[in-house]
C-alpha cells in the first residue's frame, strides 16, 4: 500500500473487536417460536393476561375452592335483594340466590362456550383456508365463495335466525351455542390462514421438499402449516374474547344458554330486566366479571401479536 494512502488504514491492534461486534458462534440461533417465548417471558402485559387466564381456568375448574353454597339450591325469596353479609360478599338476586356464588359458578360455562368455539373455528377455518391458499384454482374459488356467504351475515343477527331453527331452539345447550358460532365465525379465521399460506407455500423449504418427491399435501402439513402458525395463533387468542361476549349478548337475549346453566350473560339480563332501578349492583358483578375475562384475553392476544411480528425481530 502507498504510504499516501497508508493513514487511511488504522493499525489491527488499535481496532480491536468490540464485545457488541462480536458474532456468538457456539450457539444455534432461536427459531420463531423461541425467539417469541424469549420476549414474551419479559411483557408485563403477557405475565399479567396470564396470571388472570390461569385464575380463571382454575376458577371454572374448581368452583368449590372459592365458594361452597350452591347457586341455584339455595335461592331464598325472604333474601330478595339482601345487602352483601359474611360469606355472602355480592349480596343476594331478585329470586334470593346467592350472586358471589352464581359469578364463580358461571364462569365454567362461559370459558367452555370460547374455548370450544375457537377449537371449532381454528378446525373449519384451518382447514379450508390452508387447503384455499395452496392448492389454488377451482378449490380457492369454491372455497372463497362459500366463505363470503357466510362472511356476509353478522354474528349476533345470524345466531338469532339459526337459533330459531327447530334443532337448535329444542337442543339449547353449550355445544348448540358453540355451534351456532362456528358456523358463522370461520370465515375470518380462514382468510387470515389462506393468506399466511399463500406467503410461505412459494418458500425454498418447501419447493426443496417437493423436489425431494414429498407429497403436495405432506408438504402442506409438515413444511407450510407450522410455517405459517403465528398470525392464526393471533387471530385465536383474540377471537376468544369475542366469542366469550357473543355467548353472553345470546343469553342475554334468552336465545344462548338454557336457564338451567350458570352464565354471566344470563344473569347480565336477569339482573337488568328486575334489579336495574332498585339494586344495580346485582348486574355489575358479572359484567365485571365478563370484562376482565375479555380483557385477559384481548391482553393476551395483544402480547402474542407484538412477539410474532416480523418486524420486532429485526436486528
Known amino acids: 500500500m502507498s504510504s499516501n494512502n497508508s493513514h487511511y488504514v488504522a493499525p489491527i491492534d488499535?481496532?480491536?473487536l468490540l464485545a457488541t461486534d462480536a458474532v456468538k458462534t457456539d450457539q444455534a440461533p432461536l427459531s420463531l417460536w423461541a425467539d417469541a417465548w424469549r420476549k414474551l417471558r419479559r411483557k408485563p402485559l403477557f405475565i399479567i393476561s396470564a396470571i388472570m387466564i390461569l385464575a380463571l381456568i382454575v376458577v371454572a375448574l374448581f368452583p368449590g375452592l372459592f365458594t361452597s353454597v350452591p347457586p341455584n339450591d339455595n335461592c331464598l325469596l325472604a333474601n330478595s335483594e339482601g345487602e352483601p353479609s359474611p360469606g355472602h360478599p355480592f349480596g343476594y338476586t331478585f329470586q334470593g340466590c346467592d350472586v358471589f356464588a352464581r359469578v364463580i359458578h358461571g364462569t365454567s360455562a362461559s370459558l367452555s362456550v370460547g374455548i370450544l368455539s375457537v377449537i371449532c373455528v381454528l378446525i373449519i377455518g384451518v382447514t379450508f383456508g390452508a387447503l384455499a391458499g395452496y392448492y389454488?384454482?377451482?378449490v380457492d374459488t369454491v372455497l372463497a365463495r362459500l366463505g363470503d356467504i357466510f362472511f356476509a351475515l353478522p354474528l349476533i343477527l345470524g345466531a338469532l335466525v339459526i337459533t330459531q331453527l327447530p334443532f337448535f331452539r329444542e337442543n339449547k345447550g353449550v355445544w348448540t351455542v358453540v355451534m351456532v358460532i362456528s358456523l358463522l365465525a370461520w370465515p375470518q379465521m380462514a382468510r387470515i390462514t389462506r393468506g399466511a399460506v399463500i406467503e410461505v407455500r412459494n418458500a425454498d423449504f418447501v419447493t426443496a421438499a417437493q423436489a425431494l418427491g414429498v407429497s403436495k399435501f405432506r408438504a402442506l402439513l409438515r413444511?407450510?402449516?407450522?410455517?405459517?402458525?403465528?398470525?392464526?395463533i393471533v387471530l385465536a387468542t383474540l377471537e376468544l374474547g369475542v366469542f366469550i361476549v357473543a355467548e353472553a349478548t345470546l343469553s342475554y337475549l334468552g336465545i344462548g344458554l338454557p336457564e338451567g346453566v350458570m352464565s354471566w350473560g344470563a344473569d347480565i339480563s336477569s339482573g337488568a330486566k328486575t334489579s336495574l332501578r332498585t339494586n344495580p349492583e346485582i348486574l355489575l358483578y358479572p359484567a365485571a366479571a365478563l370484562s376482565i375475562t375479555v380483557l385477559s384475553f384481548i391482553m393476551l392476544g395483544d402480547a402474542v401479536r407484538d412477539a410474532l411480528d416480523p418486524k420486532s425481530r429485526q436486528r
Open 14 to 16: 488499535e481496532t480491536p
Open 136 to 138: 389454488g384454482g377451482w
Open 223 to 232: 413444511h407450510v402449516l407450522p410455517n405459517a402458525l403465528a398470525p392464526i
